[in-house]
């Protein structure tokens, strides 16, 4: 069955980094576009990024351009989001998603971020 597993969240300080990674497996990850979704205290879950079956193309939440990035490693069956300059208005779970353009299918169980001092 479709499992999409993440990893990689944690609490960092205002300007830090982190990198989340997404494992996909169950199905043929090189035909699916993937996303990262995240969903903050009290708001709903939001699109922060995603990126297409090649990893050709990408489009990011304004709120992140410039500072988080993602890619994918379709040999290896993962999804990566890179997270630079953290600010406490990132602290939300982190989604990894199957699908990005229209609504996702699959969803992995989420991973905490936590920006904090």
């Known amino acids: 069955q479709v499992q999409l597993v993440e990893s990689g969240g944690g609490l960092v300080q205002p300007g830090g980094s982190l990198r989340l990674s997404c494992a996909a497996s169950g199905f043929t990850f090189s035909n699916y576009h993937m996303s990262w979704y995240r969903q903050a205290p009290g708001k709903e879950r939001e699109l922060v990024a995603r990126?297409?079956?090649?990893?050709?193309?990408?489009n990011y939440v304004d709120s992140v351009k410039g500072r988080f990035t993602i890619s994918r490693d379709n040999a290896k069956k993962m999804v990566y989001l890179q997270m630079n300059s953290l600010n406490p208005e990132d602290t939300a779970v982190y989604y990894c998603?199957?699908?990005?353009?229209?609504?996702?299918?699959?969803w992995g169980q989420g991973t905490q971020v936590t920006v904090s001092s």
């Open positions: 998603a199957r699908g990005g353009w229209g609504l996702p299918d699959y």
């Open positions: 990126i297409n079956w090649s990893g050709g193309m990408t």
